[in-house]
């Protein structure tokens, strides 16, 4: 597996995320996001988007039941974000276009032998905010400056494109933060010189891409 790998995002750029609802689809959808991360992890580049998974691989990576796992794919199927081949219930294909896409983190997330997604293992599928912290990384994944390595966006940017509530945003994060998924990195705002905004870094993509590399860089390029 590789470090990072290239997750489409059409589906997430159009607004796609805010049809994983918690009142609609409760835990499922966060089961469905999971599962989603889990085969885009496993698809090879040269594959157009298809994987073979089984419910024990994903049961053995997720630890959850079969029924959840089951009723997450459904989910995906129903939303037209993972298609099902008939009669390969183990055979599994990225819908739609797979580009534009993002980095993905991959190969850092899991157990050193590779069998455990690592930073999820303690989802209690219970938490609206595990479900808020999914939609959130994956919006940031999708919106991210190759660039700069960076994503900066505002509460409003992130609601109105996942439809998590702004007073929900927070706790979110936070559990992204805890898992050392996503990172905050001080910028310089261009409403003042001595303002500084927020924005986010995703953990295990270009690592050694950061403020003050990028600090580096620019000032060697100016020299």
Known sequence: MLGWVQLPTKWILEG???NFEWKTHKSNA??????????GHHVE???EGVVRLTYDDFETTLGFSRTKISDGLELLRKLKIVEIFEGKRSVHRLSGPLSPWGKLPARPLYSRSGAELVPFKDFKL???????????FLFLVARRDNDQNLCL?????IEKETGVPKARIKSGLTLLYANHLVFLEPQRSTAHDAAIAHAYRIAHVDPYRHAGTNDRQNLRAEV
């Open 30 to 39: 966060t089961v469905a996001l999971l599962l989603l991360m889990v085969i």
């Open 126 to 136: 219970r938490q609206k905010a595990e479900l808020d912290a999914l939609k959130i």
């Open 16 to 18: 796609g995320l805010r």
């Open 45 to 47: 580049q040269d594959a």
């Open 153 to 157: 966006a505002t509460y409003d940017q």
